[in-house]
């Protein structure tokens, strides 16, 4: 297996610009997890889905930041309008259900300019 | 809420042992986690020891829990240039599937 995949793995934007992450689990796992890695901040839990259904999303920061998980195979994080505090490295992780090991994707490094 | 505490930096010469500490806030915690970050990378699981035991021992590597203090360790053996790494704890709660991750400690290897 690949292991979880993301993309695009550097993106630089202009603050007010749309961004959309991407990520494309491991086969067969149930759920997936957004993170945000900062400085300031270290590793926070954005949003996780279970079986492609939001489960909390009380880590998204605010309404300019917004997930989906369409199918199994794929899910968005979606930025708009960007801000320049949005710059960080944005991880998704997959966990088999019952499992006890997430498995993180090699990060989107995002900049707001 | 659920807070995860480690110091931020460690530096230890080639063949020493590490000794990283994190302390955590919720008591029902159920798993907690040693990941490792190397540069440019994402995060690798070390090894996770359950809420119900003190010790966990993994080649090079041995976690220390103790529960009543809500403090874990990791325990590096033989230090090597390669383990070089930032070095997150994380905790999970009952049936919650989320991890809550500490601030991480990065980890100096000097020759």
């Known amino acids: 297996d690949a292991g979880v995949i993301q993309s695009p793995r550097h993106e630089v934007t202009e603050m007010g610009q749309e961004v959309t992450l991407r990520c494309k689990p491991i086969?067969?796992?149930?759920?997936l997890f957004w993170y945000r890695q900062t400085m300031m901040r270290g590793l926070e839990l954005l949003i996780y889905?279970?079986?492609?259904?939001?489960?909390?999303d009380s880590g998204m920061p605010e309404d300019r930041f917004s997930a989906k998980m369409p199918n199994a195979s794929f899910s968005t994080l979606k930025i708009q309008p960007s801000e320049p505090r949005d710059s960080a490295v944005y991880f998704c992780?997959?966990?088999?259900?019952?499992?006890?090991?997430?498995?993180f994707g090699q990060g989107t490094r995002l900049t707001v300019v | 809420g659920e807070d995860v505490e480690q110091s931020l930096f460690l530096s230890v010469r080639e063949g020493d042992s590490s000794v990283i500490n994190c302390t955590y806030t919720?008591?029902?915690?159920?798993?907690l986690y040693w990941y490792k970050q190397e540069p440019g990378a994402g995060l690798q699981l070390l090894t996770y020891i359950f809420s119900n035991m003190d010790m966990k021992q993994d080649q090079r590597l041995t976690v220390l829990l103790n529960k009543k203090d809500k403090h874990l360790s990791l325990r590096i053996a033989d230090t090597q240039t390669g383990d070089s790494a930032i070095y997150f704890c994380a905790e999970s709660t009952g049936t919650a599937s989320k991890l809550t991750f500490g601030t991480g400690t990065r980890l100096q290897v000097t020759l």
């Open positions: 919720d008591s029902s915690s159920t798993y």
């Open positions: 992780a997959s966990r088999r259900g019952g499992g006890t090991e997430a498995f």
């Open positions: 889905f279970n079986n492609n259904v939001p489960i909390d």
């Open positions: 086969s067969g796992h149930d759920y």
